[in-house]
């Protein structure tokens, strides 16, 4: 069942219950209020009756007269009855009165009801003695003003359920309709078409809410199949140099006889572009291994000081002549990481601050935060353009001034995810010609 219809019916049948909760309390008012009303009728029955029986003779003529007549003025159906409250009650009576005599003080009364036949008794005192009057009748009017009342209600109910079921229809497929308009277009989004947004309903309620969020979905996931193709076609293209390479260098070789020294040549320039392959291939595994989401598998308390000391190692011996300033760390200063991507993101950091400076004078500092680790790598480098550094980290992707030199823009990349993957940050600022300052902060604990 839709969403609309079930809405409708909830209306529906949470307005059917207050409605026949309203049509019984009205029923059952408008019964008592007929029946109080009938009981004082027969209130004043009762004394009309003790004047006529008991007191008639007493009275003077005009108003005995006038009670005469007011007594064959009869309600309904009307009984009298004269009787002892001591004495046996007729069997009509009886259901009603017996036990119930007993102790009832002079002018108290009693009210009972035979089906839709209202009674009323009371006690009278006359000349020492006590005397039972009871009057019974039938309420027609207003059994009939009931009963009509009743056929009213009960007519009324399936056709007001109707138009109120009618009203929650429309009012439900009014406030859905942005919600179905919205469906309909989700169904034609395809890969082809990222670009096609949900409308955004001018109400800011829940349906707007929704549809922003899916909205900012699908700009993420337009954004990730264009990362992504522009992702394999950087790839491909940076693979494809290296194997056209080797291709053209193993045909030269075969295509004639030549002398030892042109084959080593060949061989020396083969075994280049294999290694610049090995290193992309490596560079694009690691990148897939920072990809995921979830926890580190081996994260660690790891003492700072060892990985500063294996990212020095590496990078003195890639470049020996590069004048690098290190810091001073305590050997008790710990980070909690794992040890392999981090020792990975210094390196990689270092490697372009000398890969990038021809004067390959870097400073590397590292400054303890309340709840973090700041570590940051400086140069004089090139720099990197202001429109530019927005793109820096993402895979593939190299600087316009920076593609003369050798590598495939997958560090930063990683080094980004790295610092994610650790709840981390990392900020680049640069300017071009001057260098470029690089900031990694790492949470001191996981």
């Known amino acids: 069942m839709k969403i609309r219809h079930r809405l ?11 409605m026949l909760l309203l049509y019984f309390v009205i029923y059952y008012y ?51 009855w004269l009787l002892s409250p001591d004495g046996p009650l007729p ?61 009213i209600l009960l007519v009324s109910l399936p056709f007001s359920l109707l138009l109120v079921g009618l009203i929650g229809w429309l009012a439900t497929r009014r406030a859905l309709k942005p919600l179905e308009s919205n469906l309909t277009r989700a169904k034609e989004i395809t890969a082809s078409n990222l670009g096609t947004r949900l409308e955004l309903p001018p109400q800011r309620d829940e349906i707007h809410d929704f549809a922003s969020i899916i909205n900012d979905l699908l700009n993420r996931l337009e954004r990730a199949f264009e990362f992504q193709k522009k992702f ?34 060949s061989l020396v320039t083969i075994a280049s572009e ?12 690691s990148l897939a291994r920072t990809g995921g989401e979830g926890e580190l598998p081996d994260r660690e308390d790891a003492a700072i000081q060892p990985i500063l000391e294996e990212v020095r190692e590496v990078i003195e011996k890639k470049y020996p002549n590069a004048s690098i300033r290190w810091p001073e760390v305590s050997s008790d200063a710990q980070l909690s990481c794992n040890r392999i991507l981090m020792r990975s993101a210094l390196t990689n950091l270092v490697d372009n601050a000398c890969k990038y400076d021809p004067s390959q004078q870097v400073i590397v500092d590292i400054h303890q935060q309340p709840e973090h680790w700041q570590i940051t790598i400086r140069d004089h480098g090139i720099g990197i353009p202001a429109e530019e550094i927005s793109l820096i980290t993402e895979p593939m992707y190299r600087a316009t001034n920076s593609r003369s ?16 993957w650790h709840n981390g940050h990392l900020t680049i600022q640069s300017t071009p010609g001057l260098g470029t300052t690089v900031t990694l902060d790492i949470p001191r604990h996981g």
């Open 232 to 265: 394999i076609s950087n790839a491909s293209h940076e693979i494809r140099n290296p194997l056209t390479v080797i291709a053209g260098e193993a045909e030269i070789a075969l295509s004639a006889d030549r002398p030892a020294a042109d084959y080593r040549q």
């Open 274 to 285: 294999a290694d610049r392959l090995h290193q992309l291939v490596n560079s694009l595994l």
């Open 91 to 151: 069997d009509s009576l009886a259901p009603f009165l017996a036990g119930q005599l007993e102790g009832l003080p002079i002018g108290g009364e009693i009210q009972f009801l035979d089906h839709h036949r209202q009674g009323l008794a009371r006690i009278y005192e006359l000349d020492g003695r006590h005397h039972l009057i009871v009057v019974t009748a039938v309420d027609e009017f207003g059994h009939t003003k009931l009963a009509n009342l009743q056929r």
């Open 30 to 80: 408008s019964r008592d209020f007929h029946r109080s009303e009938f009981a004082d009728r027969l209130s004043a029955r009762v004394d009309l009756t003790e004047k006529f029986f008991l007191e008639e003779s007493r009275l003077p003529p005009d108003l005995a007269r006038q009670v005469r007549e007011q007594f064959l003025l009869k309600l309904s159906e009307e009984k009298e």
């Open 405 to 420: 030199f050798p590598g495939q823009g997958l560090g930063l990349a990683m080094v980004d995810r790295i610092a994610h």
């Open 8 to 18: 409708a019916l909830l209306f529906t049948l949470s307005v059917a219950g207050v």
